[in-house]
């Protein structure tokens, strides 16, 4: 499996609370993604990034954030979770050595629960 | 805009008989197409992608894919389904020409495998 770890795996929190999840890779590939995993919608793209700092928005961002201060690290950040938020968060990474067709490689994915 | 359109209902086959795994796509440029396999509780597994060339593209567990410009499908098979092969399956895609880093997802089709 591809070095990538996710924490918490698990995570039950109240509404209006601010929530981080950190995704860590040791495979040093250039490009990390946050998805959402929802019945019904299959996986949605929340952010991702290019490189360290560099950021960008998908389909579904509001009411996250995120950060890259390290290669290695991609956090994302619920401002103030709300009960919509309610999900399962997957970490991905890609490689950009070969071209920019590369697939991804996922973490074991985070439970949050918003009460 | 990119799409990739997979059907909502699950596919039952027999252990033994082939099995096909549907899913068609939209985007603007020249297509990178990807197929995922989720097991339970899991991330999601690379099976194979496509990106030029032979438009049958073999992958891992047996697992192989056509590429059908005109239909604009990219369709996953596998000679003689298992029962382990019991999962959900996403396609994906890319566009290979607008310099997007990002991958849009299918919702994803159940297979279950009937011993």
């Known amino acids: 499996d591809a070095g990538i770890t996710q924490s918490p795996r698990h995570k039950v929190t109240e509404t209006g609370t601010p929530v981080t999840l950190r995704c860590h890779q040791t495979e040093n590939h250039r490009y990390m993604y946050w998805y959402r995993q929802d019945p019904g919608h299959g996986l949605r793209l929340i952010h991702y990034s290019y490189g360290v700092k560099d950021t960008d928005k998908g389909e579904v961002s509001d009411g996250y954030s995120v950060s890259r201060s390290k290669t290695e690290d991609f956090l994302l950040t619920l401002e103030s979770a709300t009960s919509s938020q309610t999900s399962v968060y997957f970490c991905?990474?890609?490689?950009?050595?070969?071209?920019?067709?590369?697939?991804?490689?996922f973490g074991p994915g985070t439970r949050l629960t918003v009460l | 805009a990119q799409s990739v359109a997979q059907p909502e209902d699950p596919v039952n086959v027999a252990e033994g008989n082939p099995l096909t795994v549907k899913c068609t796509y939209s985007v603007s440029g020249n297509p990178y197409l990807f197929w995922y396999v989720q097991y339970p509780n899991r991330g999601l597994q690379f099976l194979l992608k496509y990106i030029t060339g032979d438009n049958l593209v073999k992958g891992s567990y047996g697992f192989e894919a056509e590429f059908n410009k005109s239909q604009t499908s990219f369709h996953l098979k596998k000679p003689s389904a298992l029962v382990s092969d019991s999962a959900l399956y996403f396609c994906?895609?890319?566009?290979?020409?607008?310099?997007?880093?990002?991958?849009?997802f299918g919702t994803g089709t159940r297979l279950k495998v009937l011993a």
């Open positions: 994906a895609v890319r566009d290979g020409t607008s310099g997007t880093y990002k991958y849009i």
């Open positions: 991905a990474i890609s490689a950009s050595s070969g071209g920019t067709y590369n697939e991804q490689f």
